[in-house]
C-alpha cells in the first residue's frame, strides 16, 4: 500500500517514514480494498511535552476513516492510531460480510 507522509513543522527522518510504513502496510491483512493513505505528522509549538500529532487518513470504496492521536513520540501515536484503524476495518468488513 502506498502511504504519503507529510510532515509539518519539521522534516521527518528516514526510520520515522520507514517505521510508519510498515506499521501501514499490516493494516491490508483486515482489509484488502484500501485505495489509498494519507499521513500527517505535526509538532505543535506548545510546552506540554505531549505534543506530537499522528493524523492518518485512509480511504477504502465509499468511505474514510480518520485517526488523530496527540502523544509524547510519532512511534507512539502510530501504534495507537493503527490500532484504532485495525477495529474499524474490521467491524466495516464485517458489516460487508454476507450473513448466511
Do not use: W
Not at 493513505?37 to 505543535?44: A, M, Q, T
Not at 510546552?47 to 485512509?58: A, G, L, R
Not at 476513516?65 to 496527540?70: D, L
Amino acid at each position: 500500500m502506498k502511504v504519503n507522509t507529510q510532515s509539518v513543522n519539521f522534516t521527518a527522518d528516514s526510520t520515522l517514514i520507514d517505521f510508519i510504513q510498515r506499521r501501514m502496510d499490516k493494516l491490508d491483512m483486515f482489509y484488502d480494498k484500501i485505495i489509498q493513505s494519507d499521513v500527517y505528522l505535526k509538532v505543535e509549538n506548545t510546552s506540554n511535552k505531549v505534543n506530537k500529532v499522528f493524523e492518518v487518513k485512509v480511504s477504502v470504496p465509499g468511505d474514510s476513516f480518520i485517526v488523530k492521536k496527540q502523544c509524547k513520540t510519532f512511534e507512539e501515536g502510530a501504534d495507537i492510531a493503527i490500532a484504532s484503524l485495525e477495529r474499524q476495518l474490521k467491524k466495516r468488513k464485517e458489516k460487508l460480510r454476507p450473513h448466511s
